[in-house]
């Protein structure tokens, strides 16, 4: 048996010395050689999500004092999205603001400023400020009950 196991060990210690380069391009002669490989991204996370993203940061309620001529709001844009591909934000409202103890009441209002935005390419980086302008004439507010009004905004982003 010891016979047999020392010609056993004696043939993996021969093949353990004949251990081959494994390599793209093996090397055989002295001249210069090269080799090619090609490196690339993927258009996904290391967790697998798709790579694109977007962010659009919207104003929290806002609060106009009585009587104030305009209140500017402002949103935020980023994206990192793929070739070809733009971020399109839209703003809305009903221009008019409804009284809390009887919406038939209506304030109007007129909201200018970036009320549509879209991306000039796939990225946009840093963040990008959007303003907005919420205005009430004076003579809607020299005609309103006092009370608190209300109307909401309604923000749309799509990739296009």
Known sequence: MKKVLSVALAVVMLFAVCVPAFAANPITDKTEQSGTT?????????TGEDGRRYSVTIPANTTIPWGKASVDMAYVVEAHLAYGEQLKVTVAGNNKMA???DAAIKLPY???????????????????????????????????????????????????
């Open 38 to 46: 090609i490196v690339k991204t993927s258009t996904k996370t290391e």
């Open 110 to 160: 007129t909201l200018t400023g970036a009320l549509a935005y879209t991306s000039e390419t796939p990225v946009v980086n840093p963040a990008i400020s959007n303003l907005l302008t919420l205005s009430i004439a004076q003579a809607d507010w020299a005609n309103a009950i006092v009370g608190e009004y209300s109307d909401t905004l309604t923000f749309t982003a799509a990739v296009i």
């Open 99 to 101: 009284l809390t103890e």
